[in-house]
C-alpha cells in the first residue's frame, strides 16, 4: 500500500471528468487501498475521489462511520461508476475539501439518495442513503464530473430559517 | 511574515466601491487577505487585512473622499490562515423587540459558545418587523446543552444545530 499525492487547488486536472471503470481486476483493486490508505492520512476525511489523486477514473470512497456525532451510515463503501437514481430534499451544510486546504463553506445537497454502483469486483450495489452519507457522496461523486464544493458555495445570507422547527427544541431534545 | 492592518470602509452603497477601492490597494503594491463586504441599510462596508508598504490610510482617502466613505485602520496581531471550523449554527426568529440579540448571545457565552460569525437582518414589513439572525460558532458543550441554554429565552424561537463539516 502507498499513499499518494493529493492534487490541489488550484490544479487544472481537477475540473478533469472521469472515465467509467470497466475492468475490475487486481491493479483496480491495488488502487482502491492505496486510495483508502491516502483517505485515512487525510485529517478527518469521510470520503475521497480517484481524481483527487490524479487518477481519472469513477471510483470514490465514502466511510462517515466515525463521525464526532453518530450520523446514519454503511460503513466503508468502495463505489466504482456510482450513479444516483433517485434524489430528494435538500439542505446547507458545510463542507471542507482535501484538494481545498484551509477552507470551509456552505453548500447546498439533497438529503436522501438512491444510489447504484458496482464494487472493485464488478459486482452491483445498490444503497439508500440519507444526510451526511448523502451529501459525503454527492461531494464525491462531483469530483468524478470536476466539481468541487467551491464551485456550488452559496452566502449563509441565503440559508432558509427552517419553519418546521417553529416548536421549541431541536432534534436532541427527548419529548416529555 | 508580512504586518496585517485591518482596513475599514463605510459609506452610503453605490456601484463599483470595492472595485474603486481594491484597485488602489493594487496600484500602490498593498496585498489583500480575508474580507468581508456586505450592505446594510443601504450602506456599504468593508473589512479587508491587508498589507503593504507606507501609510494606507494616505493610499485611500483619495478614493473614500470621492466615495463619500469613512476610513479606519487598525494594526492587528494575527494573520491568514487561523480559521476556526464552527460546530454548531443557531437560527433564531422572532418578532423584533428590544434586547434579542443580547439576550440570545448572552445565553450562548454562558454556554462557553464562541460566535464565529453573526448576521441579522429585519424582515417582515415596518408594522410586524421580524428579527431573523444567524450565528456559526464553536463549543465544547453537547448540542443538548447549547440548546438548554437557549431554552429559556420564552417569545424567541432559538433552534441549534449540530455543523459537522464534512471534509473529502
Known sequence: MASLEILKVPDERLKQASEPVDVFDDILRTFVKDLEETRQMGPGAVGIAAPQVGHFQRIVIVDVSKTRKPVPNHGYMVLVNPEITHWEGYEMGREGCLSVPDYTGNVIRATRLEVKAQDPWGKPLEYGMEGFEARALQHEMDHLDGMLFIDRVVSRRTDLFRRKVYQKGGKSRKSS | ?168
Do not use: C
Request: hydrophobic share 45%; glycine share 12%.
Open chain 2, 1 to 168: 511574515m508580512n504586518d496585517w492592518k485591518m482596513l475599514t470602509l463605510v459609506g452610503g452603497d453605490q456601484q463599483g466601491i470595492v472595485a474603486k477601492v481594491t484597485m488602489v490597494l493594487y496600484r500602490n503594491g498593498w496585498n489583500l487577505g480575508e474580507a468581508s463586504m456586505i450592505r446594510l441599510g443601504g450602506n456599504f462596508s468593508i473589512m479587508m487585512m491587508v498589507t503593504g508598504e507606507g501609510d494606507v490610510e494616505q493610499i485611500v482617502a483619495p478614493v473614500a473622499s470621492e466615495l463619500g466613505l469613512h476610513i479606519h485602520v487598525d494594526d492587528i496581531s494575527g494573520g491568514l490562515h487561523q480559521h476556526l471550523i464552527p460546530n454548531f449554527q443557531v437560527r433564531v426568529l422572532g418578532a423584533d423587540r428590544a434586547g434579542i440579540v443580547a439576550q440570545v448571545t448572552q445565553a450562548l457565552v454562558d454556554a462557553g459558545f464562541n460566535i464565529l460569525e453573526l448576521e441579522s437582518d429585519v424582515a417582515g414589513s415596518p408594522d410586524s418587523p421580524v428579527y431573523i439572525m444567524n450565528i456559526q460558532g464553536f463549543a465544547q458543550a453537547t448540542l443538548e446543552q447549547v440548546e438548554n441554554a437557549v431554552a429559556i429565552l420564552g417569545d424567541i424561537d432559538v433552534s441549534v444545530s449540530s455543523v459537522e463539516t464534512l471534509i473529502g
